[in-house]
């Protein structure tokens, strides 16, 4: 499986913004999906994840603004943030893993490269 992330940009406080994650090759269907972040000068941090038994997770500076969701028939993931703050500006990254769920970025067997989300104040 390989994941391509887009949708970044440069947005203000306040703004919404869409990610997606593509993926290529087999189905997402099996997997669990994760959106991580690194924002300059700090570590990359999960932001939200589907696992596939279905658990969802998220992080506490984006409960109820970022929505992390899925389409199996497209395989494609998707990270809707609303209400962005300049807290929020960092690299965004997908992830996928067949057996692995949670926070760490380096155990989920597949990770794409990043799209940049900017929020001015």
């Known amino acids: 499986v390989q994941l391509q992330a887009s949708g970044g940009g440069l947005v203000h406080a306040g703004d919404s913004l869409r990610l997606s994650c593509a993926a290529s090759g087999r189905t997402l269907s099996p997997y669990t999906v994760a959106w991580f972040r690194q924002a300059p000068g700090k570590e990359r941090e999960c932001v939200a994840y589907?696992?596939?038994?279905?658990?969802?997770f998220y992080a506490d500076s984006v409960k109820g603004r970022f929505t992390i969701s899925r389409d199996n028939a497209k395989k494609t993931i998707y990270l809707q943030m609303n209400s962005l703050k300049p807290d929020d500006t960092a690299v965004y990254y997908c992830?996928?893993?067949?057996?692995?769920?949670?926070?760490?970025?380096?155990?989920?067997?597949?990770r794409g490269q990043g799209t940049l989300v900017t929020v001015s104040s």
């Open positions: 589907i696992a596939k038994v279905g658990d969802i």
């Open positions: 992830a996928a893993d067949e057996v692995y769920y949670g926070s760490h970025f380096k155990n989920y067997d597949f």
